[in-house]
């Protein structure tokens, strides 16, 4: 397995990366390669991954209570139709979402999966507008025409789960 491991890992490495290839075989905490040779954009580490929730306050209590773990508090983000809240865990955090208006894509999400689910990951990019020209030319749909500011207050933008193995994956400016 470790001569399989070691192969993908030369395979995989990136120009930009010279560490030897054993030392990226064996790290966990730096992806094999964090962008395409060539280009002017770079992935990043996993910002959150999102929970659409039927019951925002006993979701929340779940976490703050049963797990122990830091949340935030309920924000309102009309312009995407959500309530969040982050709760925090160390290496990542997890964001959940419950609708707010009628048009929500989160009521949508839960009318299909009633007691909610994750909804999406959230990846960093560290140029957002190279990345969806980039990844538009790759044949990777985006669900709006341009970014819009998230919920960190940072430009956002979706790719399509059909063209993502079945995951909606959002992308957000460091």
């Known amino acids: 397995m470790a001569a399989s491991v070691l192969k993908v890992a030369r395979l995989s490495k990136c120009v930009r ?10 790290s966990n905490s730096t992806p ?28 929340t209590a779940l ?9 935030s508090d309920k924000v309102p983000l009309p312009e995407h139709g959500v309530y969040t809240v982050f709760v925090e865990l160390g290496n990542t955090k997890l964001e959940l979402l419950h609708p707010l208006g009628e048009k929500s894509p989160i009521a949508g999400f839960l009318q299909k999966n009633k007691s909610g689910g994750m909804h999406h990951i959230c990846i960093e990019v560290d140029d957002i507008n190279a990345a969806i020209v980039d990844l538009k030319a790759r044949n990777i749909r985006t669900l709006s ?6 919920a960190h207050g940072k430009p956002v933008m979706f790719l399509h789960p059909k063209d993502c193995d079945g995951v909606l994956v959002e992308l957000e400016q460091t």
């Open 17 to 26: 990366h010279t560490c030897s290839p054993m030392l990226r075989a064996i």
């Open 32 to 59: 094999l390669c964090q962008g395409i040779p060539g280009s002017v954009w770079k992935l990043g580490r996993l910002n959150h991954i999102a929970i659409a929730v039927p019951d925002m306050e006993k979701a």
């Open 63 to 71: 976490y703050r209570d049963v797990l122990g773990a830091q949340v």
């Open 145 to 150: 025409a341009k970014p819009r500011i998230g």
